[in-house]
C-alpha cells in the first residue's frame, strides 16, 4: 500500500516550476509539500475502524447543565464535577461573565447557570470571582431576562416560579399530524428538546437547595420585586405573539385549577415517544440537551436510577465527556468538559471527500476503508422526517454515529460526494446506495427550491412567537449553503441545470444573494461559509463565472480579505450582518475563502495568492494547522454554526480538511494553467 497522499509522480514535475501568474513569490513546491504534510497528518488521524471524529467544542453551558442535572438528580462524580467547575472557570471574560462563544459578549442565561452552578459547588457569594459574574448578570438584566430553558431548569431548583414560565404542555405530543400545529412541523432538534422538557414542565420536579445556594441575588432589585412572567407586545396589540400569551395564560390557569382531563394520556405519549426515539439512537436525539431533558424525565416519570432505560441514557450523556484530570499543555489545570455531540458521519465525509482530491489512488484501502464504514451507516429507517415526505424509500446518512430518527440532507449530500471519491470494490453495491440516495434527497428539496436540514417546508415562521419558542431554533427553513453543497453533490453525480429541480435550487440561490454580494451561511460563521459553498455548487453546475452575481460575490471575498492575507468572520456577525466578513484570520475561513475565489475562476489575482502564503506560512511542522485565541487559555475560534445568535461550535477538524482542500484546489489550477501555456 501506498503512503503518498499524491501522485508523486506530477509532484516531481510540478515540484520546481513556479506559478506562472499571480504573485505568490512563493515556489510550488512548498504547496505540494504542504498537501503532503496535511494529508499525511489527516490520515494519521483516522481510526482503525475507517472513520474520523475530531471533537466538537462549544460553550460553557454545558458544563453548567451537567452540574445542575447531578445536583438535581443526586448523581455525578464528584471530582469529576469539581473538575467541571474548573472548566467554567477558564472560559470567565473579563466582565466576570460567560459568552456563547470565545471572545464574543456576555450572555445573561450563560451567567446566572455559570454563577449557579459555581454555587452548587459550594462557591460562597463574597468570592470576587462570584461578584464579578453577578454585577454582569445584573447588567443584562438580571433572571428574568433568561430564556425559557434556563427558567425551567432554575424552577426544578426553586430558584424560579413554575407559573411565570411559558408553559410546554405534553398535549401538544396529541396534535394530529394533520394539524397545522404538530410537532413534527418545528424542527428536529427542538422536537428532540421539548418532549422531554414537556414531561418535566408537566410533573415539576423540585429539590430545595439550602438559603446558600439561592441566587435570589441575581433578580435585578430582588426576587420577591420582580414580575417574572412575559410581557406583552403593546405596539402590536394584535400580534402572534400575545395571541400566544393569552393562549400561554389560559394554560397556566388551566394547571392552576387542574384542568388537564388528556394530561395522563399526553404523558404516556410522550414517554412512549423518547423510549422509541431511544432505539436506533446513541441518546435522545443524540444531542446534549434532549439527552440531559430525557435523564429528569425518566426520573420524574418514574424510572429508577437502576432501570435499564435511565442507565442507558446516562452512560451515553457521560460518553460527550473529556476528561483532563492533568489538565492541557494549553491550560494545566484539571478540568471536564462536554460535547454537544459527536460529528463522525460529517468528518469522515468532509475528510474523504477531500482526500480524493489530492491525488491518492481512488483505490487505497485507507479510502476504501472509509467509504465502507459510510456505507455502513446508510440508513434504511424512516425516520421524523417522513411524516411529511410520503412515499419515499429512506437511504440518507445522519451526522451522528447513530441516529436513524433524524438523518439530514447536509450529511447525505457530503457523503454522497465523498463516496464519489473511491472505487470501492462492492461497485454495484455502492451505485445502488447512491442512486436511491440522491433520490431522497430530491425528495426532500423544498418547494422554493432549496434544501433545508432535517425536514421539508419546515418553514412556518409563526412558531418563533409561541412563549417557549425564544431559544430561536423552532424552524428549519432552507438554506443556500445547503443547496449549494447538494448541487456540487448532484453535478458529480451527472445531473446539469437542464434539470428542472436543479433549475430551480440555482433560480433560490440568486434570489437569496446580498446586495453586496455575499450568501449568508446558516451552518458556518458566516458569509464566508455560505458564500463559498454557493460558489462552489453553482461552478459544479456549468454556472458562467462571468456572470454578475459570481463576479459580485468574488469581488466582496477580495474586498473583505484581512491585511495579513487571511480572511476571518465572527460569530457576531449573526446579531450584526454589517460586520459580515470581518473578524481575525483563520485557516478554516481564509481555505473557504481561497475555495468561493478559486471556483468563480479567480486564480491570478493577488488574493488568491496571499491567501495561499497565509496557510502554508501558518501551518505547523506536523502539517496541521491550529485556530486558537491568544491569551484566552488555550480557547479557539468558532467557525461552526449551531443556532444563529444561541448556539455556536468550534469543529476541530476544520481547521485541518479545509485548508487542504484550498490548497489541493489550487494547485489543480495551477495545473491547469501550466497546461494552457
Keep these: 500500500m501506498s503512503t503518498q497522499p499524491y501522485n508523486s509522480q506530477a509532484a516531481t514535475s510540478e515540484a520546481a516550476k513556479q506559478p506562472r501568474f499571480g504573485r505568490l513569490d512563493l515556489a510550488l513546491d512548498k504547496v505540494i509539500d504542504g498537501i503532503h504534510r496535511s494529508a499525511s497528518w489527516l490520515l494519521s488521524q483516522q481510526h482503525e475502524d475507517g472513520y474520523w471524529c475530531g471533537e466538537l467544542e462549544a460553550d460553557s453551558m454545558l458544563e453548567a447543565d451537567y452540574i445542575f442535572v447531578h445536583t438535581l438528580l443526586g448523581t455525578g462524580d464528584k471530582g469529576r464535577l469539581e473538575r467541571c467547575a474548573n472548566e467554567i472557570l477558564r472560559h470567565q471574560n473579563a466582565d466576570g461573565g460567560w459568552s456563547l462563544h470565545p471572545g464574543g459578549p456576555s450572555n445573561v442565561n450563560y451567567g446566572v447557570k455559570c454563577y449557579l452552578a459555581l454555587k452548587l459547588m459550594g462557591w460562597k457569594a463574597d468570592h470576587p470571582v462570584l461578584v464579578r459574574a453577578r454585577e454582569n448578570v445584573l447588567s443584562l438584566g438580571g433572571v428574568v431576562a433568561c430564556n425559557t430553558f434556563t427558567k425551567i431548569y432554575l424552577c426544578t431548583l426553586g430558584q424560579y416560579d413554575y407559573d411565570a414560565v411559558p408553559a410546554v404542555p405534553p398535549e401538544m405530543l396529541l396534535f394530529p399530524n394533520w394539524f397545522y400545529f404538530n410537532i413534527y412541523e418545528i424542527s428536529a432538534w427542538s422536537r428532540s428538546i421539548l418532549v422531554p422538557l414537556s414531561v418535566i414542565y408537566a410533573k415539576k420536579p423540585f429539590k430545595k437547595l439550602p438559603p446558600e445556594q439561592s441566587i435570589d441575588e441575581l433578580f435585578v432589585g430582588g426576587r420577591a420585586n420582580s414580575d417574572l412572567h412575559l410581557r406583552w407586545d403593546r405596539k402590536h396589540i394584535f400580534s402572534w405573539r400575545n395571541f400566544f400569551l393569552f393562549t400561554d395564560r389560559v394554560a397556566h390557569l388551566a394547571e392552576r385549577v387542574h384542568l388537564r382531563p388528556l394530561r395522563k394520556k399526553a404523558l404516556k405519549k410522550a414517554e412512549r415517544w423518547m423510549l422509541d426515539h431511544f432505539e436506533r439512537s446513541d441518546g435522545l436525539g443524540a444531542i446534549y440537551p434532549a439527552m440531559l431533558n430525557a435523564l429528569v424525565a425518566l426520573v420524574y416519570l418514574g424510572y429508577s436510577k437502576d432501570d435499564p432505560q435511565f442507565i442507558r441514557a446516562l452512560d451515553e450523556f457521560e460518553k460527550l465527556g473529556i476528561d483532563c484530570p492533568e489538565g492541557t499543555p494549553d491550560y494545566p489545570t484539571p478540568t471536564f468538559r462536554m460535547q454537544p455531540c459527536f460529528s463522525p458521519v460529517w468528518d469522515t465525509a468532509q475528510v474523504l471527500s477531500t482526500l480524493g482530491e489530492i491525488g491518492l489512488s481512488r483505490s487505497d484501502t485507507r479510502l476504501v476503508k472509509a467509504a465502507d464504514w459510510l456505507l455502513s451507516k446508510e440508513i434504511r429507517y424512516k425516520g421524523d422526517w417522513a411524516h411529511n415526505v410520503k412515499n419515499v424509500d429512506a437511504s440518507c446518512w445522519c451526522f451522528f454515529f447513530n441516529n436513524d430518527h433524524q438523518p439530514d440532507v447536509d450529511d447525505t449530500g457530503e457523503v454522497l460526494l465523498a463516496l464519489k471519491s473511491v472505487d470501492n470494490p462492492r461497485e454495484r453495491y455502492q451505485h445502488e446506495v447512491t442512486q436511491r440516495a440522491v433520490e431522497w434527497v430530491f425528495a426532500m428539496q423544498c418547494r422554493n427550491g432549496g434544501w433545508a436540514s432535517f425536514d421539508k417546508d419546515n418553514t412556518k415562521k409563526m412558531f418563533e412567537s409561541i412563549p417557549f419558542a425564544d431559544h430561536n431554533a423552532m424552524i428549519d427553513p432552507p438554506t443556500v449553503d445547503i443547496t449549494g453543497r447538494i448541487l ?178 489550487y494547485r489543480k489550477a495551477m495545473e491547469r494553467g501550466e497546461d494552457a501555456v
Excluded at 514 to 535: P, Q
Excluded at 573 to 581: A, L
Excluded at 582 to 611: F, I, M
Design 488 to 665: 456540487e453533490m448532484l453535478a458529480s453525480y451527472g445531473y446539469t441545470s437542464r434539470d428542472k429541480r436543479v433549475e430551480k435550487a440555482i433560480q433560490f440561490i440568486l434570489d437569496e444573494q446580498e446586495s453586496d454580494g455575499s450568501w449568508f451561511g446558516r451552518w458556518g460563521v458566516n458569509y464566508l461559509y455560505g458564500t463559498f459553498l454557493v460558489l462552489r455548487g453553482l461552478q459544479a453546475m456549468e454556472y458562467s463565472h462571468l456572470e454578475p452575481a459570481v463576479q459580485q460575490a468574488a469581488e466582496w471575498i477580495r474586498m473583505v480579505q484581512n491585511a495579513d492575507g487571511g480572511w476571518g468572520e465572527t460569530c457576531g456577525t449573526y446579531d450584526d450582518p454589517n460586520k459580515r466578513g470581518e473578524g481575525p484570520s483563520t485557516p478554516s475561513q481564509t481555505a473557504w475563502a481561497l475555495l468561493g475565489l478559486l471556483a468563480a475562476n479567480d486564480t491570478r489575482s493577488d488574493s488568491v495568492a496571499k491567501g495561499i502564503r497565509w496557510l502554508i506560512e501558518r501551518q505547523h511542522a506536523d502539517g496541521s494547522w491550529d485556530e486558537l485565541m491568544p491569551g484566552r487559555n488555550g480557547e479557539s475560534y468558532y467557525t461552526g454554526t449551531g443556532f444563529p445568535r444561541v448556539f455556536y461550535l468550534g469543529y476541530h477538524l476544520y481547521k485541518q480538511y479545509f485548508p487542504l482542500l484550498a490548497l489541493t484546489t
